[in-house]
């Protein structure tokens, strides 16, 4: 069986109580990783990780900032303390407030980096020491299509973290392959997220008419898209980017959408 091999693996996902690294836990946790499930509120990541445990998974719910190196240095013992060692993090937590260049402050472009792309780097700087003993560690990074390849207004320091993401990933996975350790992206379209669903019907079938397939993609949709760049079978592939949009990225205009 594909990812058979995650079985048992140390794993943690950065904001994973709720949103996309929620579903990205809950496919680790199908698979029978150990995982735990990170966020700042501890008690949002006790109540996404007990889900889990009640299905017969084990998780554990941990809270950490991933803009502090102290909270990931810890976040990682954590997991080494619980389960073993740390073999895969994903690095998902992100935030994404939308104001266009002219109203932004710096404060929020700060934060925004903060979080997205300093927060990436704080989260692999931390794990790396034990990634390096499982052998075959992997690093999955929650990119997007917005910044790499689309652009969205409101956006631009969120475009920016996520395309600086790629960039961190092309030399961290340089640095780190002679420990065996890979490191990728996956870069999702919109994902149906609590958020968005809150938003409405009609919202998000304004959104998925822009898709190809017709529909939004679900946390599950990314997750395994994740798991699978974790997996054993995956080891001889780094440094590289799986988009998941069901095809958002590709019609070259609205009337290429209307003709399909
Ligand atoms: P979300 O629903 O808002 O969830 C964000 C998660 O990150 C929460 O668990 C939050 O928990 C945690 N978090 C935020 N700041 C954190 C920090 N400083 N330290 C630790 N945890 C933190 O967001 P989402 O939509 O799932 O997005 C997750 C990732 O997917 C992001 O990287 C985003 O760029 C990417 N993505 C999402 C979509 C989409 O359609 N949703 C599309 C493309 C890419 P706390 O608040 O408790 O810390």
Redesign the pocket.
């Known amino acids: 069986m594909l990812a058979a091999s995650i079985k048992g693996k140390s794993v943690i996902v950065?904001?994973?109580?709720?949103?996309?690294?929620?579903g990205i836990a809950r496919v680790f946790a199908k698979h029978g990783a150990q995982v735990l499930v990170?966020?700042?509120?501890l008690k949002?990541?006790e109540a996404a990780a007990k889900e889990l445990t009640d299905m017969g998974h084990t998780a554990s719910g941990f809270s950490?900032?991933?803009?502090k190196l102290p909270e990931m240095e810890k976040m990682a013992k954590a997991a080494v303390d619980r389960y073993g060692g740390v073999d895969v993090l994903c690095a998902?937590?992100?935030?994404?407030p939308q104001v266009k260049i002219e109203e932004m402050s710096p404060e929020t472009w700060d934060d925004v980096m903060a979080?997205?792309l300093k927060?990436t780097f704080l989260s692999v700087k931390a794990c790396v020491p034990y990634l390096k003993k499982s052998g075959e560690g992997r690093i999955v990074i929650?990119?997007?299509?917005?910044g790499p390849v689309t652009g969205f207004p409101g956006w631009t320091h969120?475009g920016a973290t996520?395309a600086g993401q790629l960039g961190f990933m092309r030399t961290a996975c340089m640095e780190l392959a002679k420990y065996g350790i890979t490191v990728n992206a996956v870069l999702?379209?919109?994902?149906m997220?609590?958020?968005?669903i809150e938003l409405g019907e009609a919202y998000m079938k304004g959104m998925a008419a822009a898709v190809p397939m017709g529909k939004l993609g679900t946390v599950d949709d990314i997750g395994h898209a994740a798991l699978f760049l974790a997996s054993r079978e995956a080891g001889y592939i780094t440094g590289q980017t799986i988009i998941v949009d069901g095809g958002q990225i590709l019609p070259e205009s609205q009337d290429a959408m209307a003709q399909m």
């Open positions: 950065t904001g994973a109580s709720k949103g996309v690294g929620k990170v966020g700042r509120d949002a990541a950490a900032d991933v803009t998902n937590a992100g935030m994404f979080t997205n927060g929650t990119s997007s299509i917005t969120y996520k999702p379209g919109n994902v997220t609590e958020g968005l």
